[in-house]
């Protein structure tokens, strides 16, 4: 959601006069984009600052000025409280006024204010203000949904991001035509609870997720359709049918389940056990077979014994994820687990993420290298670290690297894979 965030933001500045350049010592104006979701996190947010305060003192030296400025969700947590603890930072704003940042700025450059501070949740969409998204390659994110209503007890999203918002169908498909237009082959739909997905139709009816896959999997062009991320309790049978029916709609699902313990999900808030969990996944393969499974999980949450860590290891097992994400439980002010008894300590919470993450690692790879042999459509993204080398992504994510000749940036290929690792994958163009 930020890299969408932040490729917006990239846009409206380009619109204001700016360009991007690599290095921030010559920037005019240094603009960062964060994440509260967890502490480690919200802290890099101050030590990037400290660093861009050294440039900007260099290039006052050397006569020119430097706009410093910071955006997203630690914005919205801590407000004011930024320029206490970096009194150099000209403006900041929250993830849902972004759309203001040319009048922030305007105000800023003519000095006509200073220290700005925008955290407002607005009545209007942010997105009925931003100028028209244009695609940077062949894959693009879009965001569809925003915002959360589940309050998970660990979870700042629902006070950093807000209620949950859902933009119209019409808007969205229009963001995709753009997005075609200007050389998208795959769109990731995105959302905090994507698969919440409730915006109207043009005769005000509210439409599903699964209605809008259907709609986009008729456009002209669109090669690749993803979403993520999903609320487990939230997919329903009409969601699982497109992965039986819609062709372009990747099989590959990033489901988070948290924890495997139903004790545990209790104290989370999340209304899903790991019974009805696994009955997803069971009827989400029984429509595709071929559909393999990614998670978020959680480790050391207040009151997590290793009996509680033992089902998760368990859950792992019985899913046999390809990808993961884990993290140790961190304390998030203002959410409800932060106050809770019961608190693990650091050290169980890092022993019982390595024993997590070799398992979940040891998972990937054997994917992986279960792939060699076989032919998958690659769409190239980046550039490899060799000459004629290009990075792409199969249709499970795994990164690819390939020697290729002429122009296949942004393009699908063949690519036979003829050798794998835990991270990523080589392969030859057939
Ligand atoms: N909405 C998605 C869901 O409910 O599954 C998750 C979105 S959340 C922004 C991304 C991930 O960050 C979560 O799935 C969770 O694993 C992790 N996370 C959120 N709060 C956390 C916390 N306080 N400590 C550790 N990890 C956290
Ligand atoms: Fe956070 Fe996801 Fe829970 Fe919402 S559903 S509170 S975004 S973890």
Do not use: W
Not at 128 to 152: H, M, R, V
Not at 328 to 355: F, H, I
């Amino acid at each position: 959601m930020n890299v969408y965030d932040s490729h917006r933001m990239a846009m409206m500045l380009e619109n204001e006069g700016y360009e991007k350049t690599d290095k921030q010592e010559d920037a005019d104006l240094v603009l960062f984009n964060t994440c509260h979701i967890r502490e480690k996190a919200a802290e890099k947010l101050f030590s990037d600052l400290g660093r861009a305060l050294i440039i900007k003192n260099e290039r006052l030296e050397r006569g020119f000025d430097t706009i410093i400025g910071v955006a997203g969700c630690v914005v919205q947590a801590e407000d004011e409280q930024i320029f206490k603890r970096a009194p150099y930072v000209d403006f900041a704003f929250g993830p849902l006024t972004y759309h203001r940042l040319p009048q922030i700025l305007k105000d800023i450059e003519t000095k006509k204010k200073q220290n700005v501070v925008d955290t407002e949740f607005p009545a209007e969409s942010k997105f009925d203000f931003l100028p028209e998204n244009k695609a940077l390659g062949g894959c693009s994110f879009l965001a569809i949904q925003e915002g959360c209503d589940n309050f998970c007890t660990y979870c700042v999203v629902p006070y950093t991001r807000g209620v949950e918002y859902s933009r119209p169908v019409k808007d969205v498909l229009d963001e995709a035509k753009k997005l075609i237009e200007t050389g998208t082959l795959e769109i990731n739909l995105l959302g905090q609870n994507v698969n919440s997905y409730h915006g109207e139709d043009e005769n005000g009816k509210e439409r599903s997720l699964a209605y809008l896959i259907n709609k986009l999997a008729e456009l002209d062009g669109l090669k690749r359709l993803r979403y993520t991320t999903s609320y487990p309790a939230d997919v329903t049978d009409e969601l699982i049918l497109c992965h039986k029916n819609i062709g372009i709609l990747m099989p590959y699902l990033h489901l988070p389940v948290q924890s495997g313990s139903n004790k545990i999900l209790k104290l989370m808030n999340r209304r899903h056990t790991r019974e009805t969990y696994i009955e997803t996944v069971q009827k989400l393969k029984e429509a595709n077979p071929k559909l393999e499974m990614s998670s978020d999980f959680i480790v050391g949450f207040p009151f997590e014994t290793d009996e509680d860590f033992e089902q998760t290891l368990d859950l792992v097992d019985k899913i046999g994820y390809i990808q993961a994400f884990s993290f140790k439980y961190s304390k998030r002010p203002g959410t409800p687990a932060a106050t809770m008894d019961g608190q693990v300590s650091e050290k169980v919470k890092k022993e019982r993420l390595d024993v997590l993450q070799t398992k979940l690692f040891g998972l990937q790879e054997k994917f992986n290298i279960s792939c060699v042999g076989q032919m998958f459509d690659v769409l190239f993204e980046q550039h490899g670290r060799h000459k004629g080398q290009l990075i792409g992504r199969t249709p499970y994510m795994q990164n690819v690297h390939a020697a290729v000749t002429g122009d296949m940036m942004g393009k699908i290929a063949k690519v036979k894979i003829t050798n794998a690792t835990t991270n990523s994958m080589e392969g030859k163009v057939i």
